[in-house]
T-cell receptor, first 113, second 118 residues
Framework: AQSVTQLGSHVSVSEGALVLLRCNYSSSVPPYLFWYVQYPNQGLQLLLKYTTGATLVKGINGFEAEFKKSETSFHLTKPSAHMSDAAEYFCAVSTGGGNKLTFGTGTQLKVEL | GAVVSQHPSWVICKSGTSVKIECRSLDFQATTMFWYRQFPKQSLMLMATSNEGSKATYEQGVEKDKFLINHASLTLSTLTVTSAHPEDSSFYIC??????????????FGPGTRLLVL
């Protein structure tokens, strides 16, 4: 069984400030971890993923995430928020290739001037 | 690369009618396609998993006779909502995993189809 917990359904930051979106997972086998972003009335866009290897992964739009096995976490960060980052962010876990994703409940990121 | 399209993007239908939603992988062959449902301000709930040429695997609680899935080719899967009712109104999103090495772990999502049943 696998599950994902995203702490904070809403996060608000100022433009230029650090973005930190939290994700903790539970998995009985080594996980594959993903962050997706969803803009209003659109599908999901892959930001980044961790499968194996380097635990710090870089994605699009300046986002990165670090897989910490000891903390069962995969938090998403961006050094400097931009207005265009305002969206819904979903963390997801799977147990391997072709296997289904389990999503967290999502975090709505608001970026203020 | 890895573009997934859905058609239509939104549809309004009368209660009791059936609606078909198409999901296409435009620039890759998809080993597996997934169908999700998303209620307003909620996460995605997996409805079913389909592999080309075989029957779909439905998640617990999803009525297979109501949500018919056909995966006729490596680039096309369809979801038909049969005898739709207002409670079926939702945002339906498909995803696909590329065929071939190195791609199976990643799902690429379509833009979604908003269904409103009157």
């Amino acid at each position: 069984a696998q599950s994902v917990t995203q702490l904070g359904s809403h996060v608000s930051v100022s433009e230029g400030a650090l973005v930190l979106l939290r994700c903790n997972y539970s998995s009985s086998v080594p996980p594959y971890l993903f962050w997706y972003v969803q803009y209003p009335n659109q599908g999901l866009q892959l930001l980044l993923k961790y499968t194996t290897g380097a635990t710090l992964v870089k994605g699009i739009n300046g986002f990165e995430a670090e897989f910490k096995k000891s903390e069962t976490s995969f938090h998403l960060t961006k050094p400097s928020a931009h207005m265009s980052d305002a969206a819904e962010y979903f963390c997801a876990v799977s147990t391997g290739g072709g296997n289904k994703l389990t999503f967290g409940t999502g975090t709505q990121l608001k970026v203020e001037l | 690369g890895a573009v997934v399209s859905q058609h239509p993007s939104w549809v309004i239908c009368k209660s009791g009618t059936s609606v078909k939603i198409e999901c296409r992988s435009l620039d890759f062959q998809a080993t597996t396609m997934f169908w999700y449902r998303q209620f307003p301000k909620q996460s995605l709930m997996l409805m079913a998993t389909s592999n080309e040429g075989s029957k779909a695997t439905y998640e617990q609680g999803v009525e297979k006779d109501k949500f018919l899935i056909n995966h006729a080719s490596l680039t096309l899967s369809t979801l038909t909502v049969t005898s739709a009712h207002p409670e079926d109104s939702s945002f339906y999103i498909c995803s696909a995993t590329p065929r071939g090495a190195g791609g199976l772990e990643t799902q690429y999502f379509g833009p979604g189809t908003r269904l409103l049943v009157l």
